[in-house]
């Protein structure tokens, strides 16, 4: 499939972004945490991969690679949408404005630990991805530390960090 | 309690966490928590965490993990460019990597038959490692001793100044009352890199003569003898030119390699001239041969005498 889509075939193309962009769109909204930000994470990344298949030499799994490409990609988004945050705050402070969850994101924090919601979100992305690539994704420490090009020590390390910090949230909102 | 720390049984937990606790590891911290109450319920509350966050984790994003139709058609819009850049990519590379095998084959062909036939000469139809040939010698073969010439059934007969060489070819001319020589013959003193017996071609040598044949003159003579174009005087006399006077050059090839070389490469004669100025005016022949490349070595052809034009 990867020598066809090399070579422009269409249905090969088709397949491959038929076959990967569940996941990879899961991966981008469990990073991102934002719908339209995830889907165009999803094609961003898609994109890329299908161009940079010459740079793909088998030395990881094909979903590892693409994994990859959308930690790379999420990552860069994450930097806009924090400029873009400091620019909202910034705008909020001048206009005395103030945002209303929605709905939808109502009943979601309803359903779930807002606590412990909240403290996945101020983690810094570089807890944060290890933790959802571990509990979201399933993948090993392995598989974590070839995507996020790390060595597997950090990961842990990383990974230790986070679930102490997560531990201490939930301990004191009292299990 | 056994052996480990309560810092070293929380390590531990992590490494069982992250599927990294080796069989002993796990024995040890079983061992650590089955005697220590203060360790036992940070333990299990960390082995919840997974699930928790799983739970939490598949609650805000699974009903949300497939992507929209919107964003489908936007990526086969787009890939529809990546598979067209793709193509042209591909088709480009396929292209360098045939006129690349063409090259490397021409190349490899090219080598295989030099080695085994070296390429004809356009001109000679010599093979062509003959036609630059590394150093420039006579092709022995081409000596011929002086008895066969002299026994030959011809009123044209080498000089006797030449008995002692091998001859390989001569010829004559007759121009008015004079009568030009030529002749070519192998000396293997002579090489390239000797100032004392010198010939650009090693083992090749000229001689040349005229003889006067006509009535007695008085009167200032000159005769000159080279390879063209560097013609020089030989000797300067006043007195009377009678029958049978004459002169005689003996040389090698003085002449520069890279002459040589060009004559060898553009098939293009080598010129001797001979001349005598006399109260009768200029007369001489220019005599001119070609010097062809053979494996043993360099062979002449073409020998021939002509008149001096004006």
Same mark, same amino acid.
């Given at each position: 499939?990867?020598?066809?889509?090399?070579?422009?075939?269409?249905?090969?193309?088709?397949?491959?972004?038929?076959?990967?962009?569940?996941?990879?769109?899961?991966?981008?909204?469990?990073?991102?945490?934002?719908?339209?930000?995830?889907?165009?994470?999803?094609?961003?990344?898609?994109?890329?991969?299908?161009?940079?298949?010459?740079?793909?030499?088998?030395?990881?799994?094909?979903?590892?690679?693409?994994?990859?490409?959308?930690?790379?990609?999420?990552?860069?988004?994450?930097?806009?949408?924090?400029?873009?945050?400091?620019?909202?705050?910034?705008?909020?402070?001048?206009?005395?404005?103030?945002?209303?969850?929605?709905?939808?994101?109502?009943?979601?924090?309803?359903?779930?630990?807002?606590?412990?919601?909240?403290?996945?979100?101020?983690?810094?992305?570089?807890?944060?991805?290890?933790?959802?690539?571990?509990?979201?994704?399933?993948?090993?420490?392995?598989?974590?530390?070839?995507?996020?090009?790390?060595?597997?020590?950090?990961?842990?390390?990383?990974?230790?960090?986070?679930?102490?910090?997560?531990?201490?949230?939930?301990?004191?909102?009292?299990? | 309690?056994?052996?480990?720390?309560?810092?070293?049984?929380?390590?531990?937990?992590?490494?069982?966490?992250?599927?990294?606790?080796?069989?002993?590891?796990?024995?040890?911290?079983?061992?650590?928590?089955?005697?220590?109450?203060?360790?036992?319920?940070?333990?299990?509350?960390?082995?919840?965490?997974?699930?928790?966050?799983?739970? %939490? =984790?598949?609650?805000?994003?699974?009903?949300?993990?497939? &992507?929209? +139709?919107?964003?489908?058609?936007?990526?086969? *819009?787009? /890939?529809?460019?990546?598979?067209?850049?793709?193509?042209?990519?591909?088709?480009?590379?396929?292209?360098?990597?045939?006129?690349?095998?063409?090259?490397?084959?021409?190349?490899?062909?090219?080598?295989?038959?030099?080695?085994?036939?070296?390429?004809?000469?356009?001109?000679?139809?010599?093979?062509?490692?003959?036609?630059?040939?590394?150093?420039?010698?006579?092709?022995?073969?081409?000596?011929?001793?002086?008895? %066969? =010439?002299?026994?030959?059934?011809?009123?044209?007969?080498? &000089?006797? +100044?030449?008995?002692?060489?091998?001859?390989? *070819?001569? /010829?004559?001319?007759?121009?008015?009352?004079?009568?030009?020589?030529?002749?070519?013959?192998?000396?293997?003193?002579?090489?390239?890199?000797?100032?004392?017996?010198?010939?650009?071609?090693?083992?090749?040598?000229?001689?040349?003569?005229?003889?006067?044949?006509?009535?007695?003159?008085?009167?200032?003579?000159?005769?000159?003898?080279?390879?063209?174009?560097?013609?020089?005087?030989?000797?300067?006399?006043?007195?009377?030119?009678?029958?049978?006077?004459?002169?005689?050059?003996?040389?090698?090839?003085?002449?520069?390699?890279?002459?040589?070389?060009?004559?060898?490469?553009?098939?293009?004669?080598?010129?001797?001239?001979?001349?005598?100025?006399?109260?009768?005016?200029?007369?001489?022949?220019?005599?001119?041969?070609?010097?062809?490349?053979?494996?043993?070595?360099?062979?002449?052809?073409?020998?021939?005498?002509?008149?001096?034009?004006?």
């Amino acid at each position: 499939m990867i020598e066809q889509c090399r070579a422009g075939n269409t249905s090969a193309v088709e397949y491959f972004v038929q076959i990967y962009q569940q996941d990879v769109y899961r991966l981008a909204l469990s990073i991102l945490d934002d719908l339209d930000e995830a889907e165009d994470a999803t094609q961003e990344s898609l994109l890329a991969a299908l161009r940079a298949l010459d740079l793909f030499h088998g030395a990881s799994s094909l979903k590892t690679w693409l994994f990859s490409i959308t930690v790379n990609v999420c990552r860069t988004r994450l930097q806009h949408q924090k400029r873009r945050q400091r620019l909202e705050i910034v705008l909020d402070a001048i206009f005395q404005r103030t945002s209303t969850p929605t709905v939808e994101e109502t009943a979601i924090q309803h359903e779930s630990n807002q606590a412990l919601w909240n403290a996945i979100h101020k983690m810094n992305e570089k807890h944060r991805i290890p933790i959802v690539l571990r509990y979201y994704h399933d993948l090993s420490v392995t598989e974590i530390a070839t995507i996020l090009q790390i060595p597997e020590g950090t990961v842990h390390s990383r990974l230790n960090t986070a679930r102490k910090l997560l531990h201490a949230v939930l301990k004191e909102g009292s299990l | 309690m056994n052996g480990i720390s309560h810092k070293q049984a929380i390590q531990l937990t992590h490494r069982r966490l992250d599927g990294m606790l080796k069989e002993k590891q796990g024995l040890l911290l079983e061992e650590h928590l089955a005697s220590c109450a203060s360790c036992r319920p940070y333990v299990s509350e960390m082995e919840l965490l997974p699930d928790r966050l799983q739970r %939490e =984790f598949h609650a805000r994003w699974d009903e949300k993990e497939v &992507p929209s +139709q919107n964003m489908m058609a936007r990526i086969q *819009q787009q /890939t529809r460019r990546v598979i067209m850049s793709n193509r042209v990519s591909f088709g480009l590379r396929a292209f360098a990597g045939f006129v690349a095998l063409v090259v490397l084959g021409s190349s490899l062909n090219y080598i295989i038959k030099n080695l085994q036939n070296p390429i004809p000469n356009s001109a000679t139809g010599e093979p062509a490692f003959a036609s630059h040939p590394a150093i420039l010698a006579i092709d022995s073969n081409s000596c011929k001793p002086y008895s %066969e =010439f002299y026994s030959l059934d011809s009123i044209f007969r080498p &000089p006797g +100044q030449l008995h002692e060489y091998e001859l390989i *070819q001569g /010829t004559s001319l007759v121009d008015g009352d004079f009568v030009f020589e030529f002749w070519l013959y192998c000396d293997t003193s002579l090489k390239p890199d000797d100032p004392a017996h010198w010939s650009t071609i090693a083992g090749l040598a000229i001689a040349s003569s005229w003889r006067y044949n006509g009535p007695k003159i008085e009167g200032e003579n000159r005769d000159y003898y080279g390879f063209e174009p560097d013609i020089r005087m030989s000797t300067g006399w006043t007195g009377p030119l009678f029958r049978a006077s004459g002169g005689v050059g003996q040389m090698g090839i003085n002449l520069s390699e890279e002459t040589i070389r060009q004559h060898i490469q553009q098939g293009t004669p080598v010129r001797f001239r001979v001349m005598v100025d006399s109260p009768l005016g200029r007369n001489g022949a220019i005599f001119s041969f070609i010097l062809v490349p053979a494996e043993s070595g360099l062979m002449i052809a073409d020998l021939h005498a002509e008149h001096l034009t004006p």
